[in-house]
């Protein structure tokens, strides 16, 4: 299969599946954003040099919804910003946002697990721990959604420093 065939494929099928999609790829566009293919356990994720890479289990045309949600997803985190991207409540609207466009698409949710995951509260610690238990549950043990702060870090150092005072008081 050509990657890069399908690759450009794909960004197209972003352009014209709705409002969310044309966000995503409006984004790639301006931004200059690279999407490959690479080998990996996830279906997708964003580098630090705003890259975006594809599992290539994803480039078969049966996979094509899901491969767009997951281009949303990652453009999401592009969007997001590095500390908020490397946060639980992050990786969690994240998911929320990509499984609601994969609804739009006109398919049914097929995981009583992000059936879960979409009624969590991005601004709740306990929401977020369990989001951890879910997305690991759906992603598997080498999702290490578990290595991540609840909270983008800076936020996370200052609730824990306060925690720390109140303590003491």
């Known amino acids: 299969m050509d990657h890069k065939k399908r690759i450009a494929e794909l960004l197209q099928a972003l352009a014209h599946s709705g409002a969310e999609g044309q966000i995503a790829y409006q984004y790639l566009n301006q931004f200059r954003v690279r999407v490959s293919v690479r080998n990996q356990f996830t279906g997708a994720r964003w580098t630090i040099f705003r890259n ?35 946060s639980v409540q992050g990786e969690l609207e994240a998911w929320q946002l ?4 994969y609804q739009t698409l006109g398919t049914k949710n097929r ?10 509260d991005t601004a709740s610690r306990t929401d977020l721990n369990h989001a951890v238990t879910l997305m690991r549950k759906f ?19 200052k609730y824990w420093i306060m925690r720390m005072i109140k303590l003491k008081n």
């Open 52 to 86: 975006i890479q594809l599992s290539p289990r994803y480039l078969n045309p049966k996979e094509e919804l899901y491969a767009l949600s997951l281009l949303v997803h990652e453009v999401h985190h592009l969007r997001q910003g590095f500390f908020q991207a490397l």
């Open 98 to 101: 990509q499984f609601r466009f």
């Open 111 to 120: 995981w009583a697990v992000i059936d879960t995951l979409a009624t969590l």
């Open 139 to 157: 992603a598997g043990k080498k999702y290490h959604a578990n290595w991540l702060p609840l909270f983008p870090i800076n936020r996370e150092i």
